[in-house]
């Protein structure tokens, strides 16, 4: 198991220290570390891997000595005949002994011990599979508050816009330079611009309850991502990306685990006809057991065979339900690898598509805005019309949530892609926590 649970709270406890003050509560690594604390799926997966953890001693202890004692004491009435006199008497009993059994031979515990050892894999598999997916998640949903909040900005401030349009037009309109049209066609679009505004608030308040949902903690506000460099896969081939993830991905490690785990019950059930052979040792001390004054010490050892010869039916069809359970997990061991060959080419071309994305998006936004400020200086000097002002600011509205998108998706493709190939790590979390900046500087990434 490359990353536990204890592994990744050392880390994240060194990530707290490193980064100080800047690890406050709206930061991302504090998102992290609160979904960490209260996430009920690492919980669970924590505890599955304590519970397989637990079956492999259970199994062993098949395999080595068990030892018992016994004993009794009681009071008893004898009436003797048949041998003389008859004889009429009280006495007390007892009788202690030890037990001691050793499995020399048992297949079925050997088949036992390497079930649990499978499962234990494929718990420690489990538990990394649910800490990597945190992580996924939990940048999801802060980047995903992120562009939400942008969004609404965009449409607060398209309305803004739009409403200085509306009532310039009717100032033209009241001085006689205007036309009642274009009071309308600036009403309409204010009208949109407050349903968009309206829409884009509840857009955030979805957003800010899938990561409450994730921390169990609410927040004023979040830190903002800063000015970033769009950033290609390293390295920038594929091949290296799937041979990670065929070696890495605990979600592949886990189905190879189970696979292993259902052999070997197989395995375990077709052993239910091999025999046993068991040593068996006992001391036995007996007081008045046969007569009433005889007292009887005896140590002594056997050799037990034990050979099922019918049970039933109920072998084969117990091993013919493990054979078909094993179908199972092979079959879901081959969808599991074509599921991570197409999610890892799929993270990876995404990543890589989205620095032309971002590259794109960031010079059509600078590109609107130009636009926009032309535009509206030649309307209010009667070279560009009412239709041409309103198209523009649609546009530059429509750039700046194209720029948002292509944004925080290129962090969050740069989180998939490792989370696919298996290599996804809390110090993924505090290298990404490091682009994030407070929001009075926030307007730094329009730059």
Known sequence: MRLSSVGGAITVCMCLVMTGLQARAESLLWAYREAVAHDPLLAKAQA??????????????????????????????????????????????????????????????????GVARARVRAGAAGLVQAEQHLIEAVADAYF?????????????????????????????LRVGTGDPIAVQEARANLEAARARTIVAHNAVRVAREALIRLTHRRFRRLRELGPIRA?????????????????????????????????????FRERARWPTLTVVGVAQ??????????????????????????????????TAQAQAAEAVSRNRLRDVRDLIRLDTKTAFF??????????????????ARTSLQATRKGYEVGTRSIIDLLSTATQYAAAQRSYNLALYNQIVARVALKGAAGVLR???????????????????RHS
Do not use: C, M
């Open 48 to 113: 599955q891997l304590a519970e397989d953890q637990a079956g492999l001693p259970a199994a062993r202890a098949a395999l080595y000595p068990h030892l018992s004692a016994a004993a009794s004491v009681g009071g008893n009435r004898a009436h003797v005949t048949g041998i003389g006199l008859p004889v009429l008497t009280d006495y007390l009993s007892d009788s202690y002994s030890v037990t001691l059994t050793q499995p020399l031979f048992n297949g079925q515990a050997l088949s036992a011990l």
């Open 144 to 172: 995903g508050v992120l562009k939400a909040q942008a969004d609404a900005h965009v449409a607060r401030q398209q309305q803004r816009l739009l409403r200085d349009i509306y009532r310039q037009t009717r100032a033209f």
């Open 231 to 267: 950033e290609r896969p390293h390295p920038d081939h594929v091949a290296p990306w799937l041979a990670a993830a065929f070696a890495d991905q605990p979600l592949l490690k886990e189905a190879r685990a189970d696979l292993r785990a259902a052999r070997a019950t197989v395995q």
């Open 285 to 318: 001390h007996g007081l008045g057991l046969l007569l009433p004054r005889v007292e009887v010490n005896q140590v002594g050892a056997s050799l037990q065979l034990s050979l099922p010869i019918y049970q039933g039916g109920g072998v084969s069809a117990e």
């Open 350 to 367: 995404n990543l890589q598509s989205s620095v032309s994305e971002l590259n794109a998006a960031r010079a059509a936004e600078r590109a």
């Open 426 to 444: 809390p110090a993924d979390i505090v290298a990404i926590n490091a682009l994030l900046i407070r929001r009075s500087a926030a307007g730094a």
